[in-house]
C-alpha cells in the first residue's frame, strides 16, 4: 500500500512535465489495447468497453502526454483515480461518427468496433471516453477504472503466418514515430510485390515537404500479413474476397471510399509490431482510398494514382487534415457555420485568428478572389471545402488536399504537419 501510494504522489508531481523520466514515472514500457463498442443512430450514441489486452513496448509520444494538438471528433484520457491529474490524452475521428451523418443512420442503429492503445499505467487509472459532434460539443462520455494488475487483461500474441521487418529506421522506436504499412488483400505468393508497394508508398510520402525535411523522425515498418485470397472487395462490381482486414470499397455507398470496419483484427495482426500510425495498402488497381485521424488510412496500391492518394490520405490519418475539395453541399452539416472547425485547415471565418491568420500577406482580402498566380503557394482565405462550396474556407487554391494534381500541401498544411511531428516527436 506503501509503495503504491508513493507511485501516485510521483505521478502527479510529474505529470505535467514532458520528459523521459516524467513518463517512467506513471508508465511502463508496455501498451494497453482497450477495445471498445461505439453504436447508435443520428441522434443517440454508446460506449461501450469490449475488452482490454496488453503487449510488451510502448510506442506512442513520451512528450506532451497531458496536451492536446487537435481536438478531433472524440478523446481518451487517462487520470489518476482521484480525478485531480491528468496523466494521458489523445484525439482521434472515426467511421462510427462519420456513419452518424449519413441517411442510414436516421433509420437503423448500428454498432462500430473501435481500438485505442495508451501506455501501461503503474497503478490503477480511470480512463474516460467522449465523443463530440460537428459543434465540438461532447455527446457521450464514459469513464472506468483500469487495474493494471487485472487477470483478465490479456496478452497479446503474433499474427499467425505474419511477419515485419523495417523498411527504414531512423533510430529507437522510443524516440521516433513509427508508421506500419500493412498488407491486405495479398496472397502469401504476393509478398514481394507488397514490398515493393510499401517503397513505393513511403517514397511518395518521403517526396513531400516537410516529411522529406523531418524524415529522420519517422521508422517504416512493413507488415506481411497474407490474405485467403488476392483482392480487395468491390460491392458495385459485385467482387467479394476473403482477405486478412475485409476491407471493402462502397463505405456509406459511396464507390471510391476504401475502409475496414474490423479494427480489433487490425490491431491484431499488427501485435508485437512497434508502430503508432497506420498504412494499409491494398492488393487492387481500383481507385480509391480513405484515411481517418489516428486511426488508419487505406490506399489501392495499384492504381496509377496511388501516390498522390496515400500523401492525401497520410493528411488525413497523421496530421488530422482536411478535405479541401467541395461538392454540391450535399455535407452540408458537415461544418455548421456557428462553429470553427478543429482541422487546421480550414476555417468559418469564427475563430480565423486561431487558424492561419499569422501567415496572411498584407493586405490579402477576406475572402480572397481566385488567382492564376501562385495557386499552390499564395495563403488566403479562399471559399469552398470541407465539401461545402459556401461558408467554409481553406487556405489556398490549390493543395495535396484538395486535387491530386497538385504536387505540395500548400503552405498551411506543411505548416500542421510540421506541427504534429514537432509535437509526437520532439528533437532534443
Known sequence: MKAMLFILLLCLAVSQRVSASGFEACFRDSTLRIDYIFSGNNREQVISVDEL??????????????????????????????????????????LFQEWQSTEEATRVWRSFENVFLIPMPRIPVNVTVSLSD??????????????????????????????????????????RIDVAFVAEGYGAGEMETFLRDCEESMSAILSHEPFRSMADRFNFIAVSAPSEESGVSIPHCGEWHQTVLGSHFDTFYS??????????????????????????LANTDNYG??????????????????????????????????????????????????????????????????????????????????????????????????YQSHGVYRPAQECRMKINEAPVFCPVCERAIRRMIDYQCPMR
Not at 496488453?54 to 496536451?67: A, D, H, K, L, V
Not at 470496419?261 to 509490431?273: E, I, P
Not at 470553427?340 to 478572389?369: C, G, Y
Open 255 to 280: 464507390q471510391r471510399y476504401l475502409t475496414t470496419l474490423r479494427l480489433k483484427r487490425l490491431h491484431d495482426v499488427l501485435a508485437t509490431v512497434p508502430y503508432e500510425h497506420i498504412i494499409i
Open 289 to 386: 482510398g480513405g484515411g481517418i485521424y489516428n486511426s488508419y488510412l487505406l490506399s489501392a496500391a495499384h492504381n496509377s494514382k496511388n501516390r498522390p492518394v496515400v500523401v492525401h490520405e497520410f493528411g488525413h490519418s497523421f496530421a488530422g487534415l482536411a478535405d479541401e475539395y467541395y461538392y454540391d453541399d450535399q455535407y452540408e452539416t458537415m461544418y455548421p457555420s456557428d462553429t470553427e472547425p478543429w482541422e487546421p485547415n480550414l476555417t468559418t471565418l469564427v475563430d480565423f485568428a486561431s487558424k492561419w491568420a499569422d501567415m496572411m500577406p498584407r493586405k490579402q482580402p477576406v475572402p480572397t478572389p481566385p488567382s492564376g498566380r501562385n495557386i499552390y503557394e499564395e495563403v488566403g482565405v479562399y471559399e469552398g471545402g470541407g
Open 134 to 175: 460537428t459543434h465540438r460539443r461532447e455527446t457521450s462520455r464514459l469513464t472506468h477504472r483500469i487495474d493494471p494488475a487485472d487477470i483478465l487483461v490479456r496478452p497479446l500474441r503474433a499474427w499467425p503466418g505474419s511477419y515485419w521487418n523495417y523498411l527504414r529506421k531512423t533510430g529507437d522506436s522510443r524516440e
Open 53 to 94: 489486452s496488453f503487449s510488451p513496448g510502448w510506442y506512442g509520444r513520451r512528450t506532451n502526454m497531458e496536451r492536446l494538438l487537435l481536438q478531433g471528433n472524440g478523446q481518451i484520457t487517462v487520470t489518476d483515480t482521484l480525478g485531480r491529474d491528468t496523466l494521458y490524452r489523445h484525439s482521434f475521428s472515426t
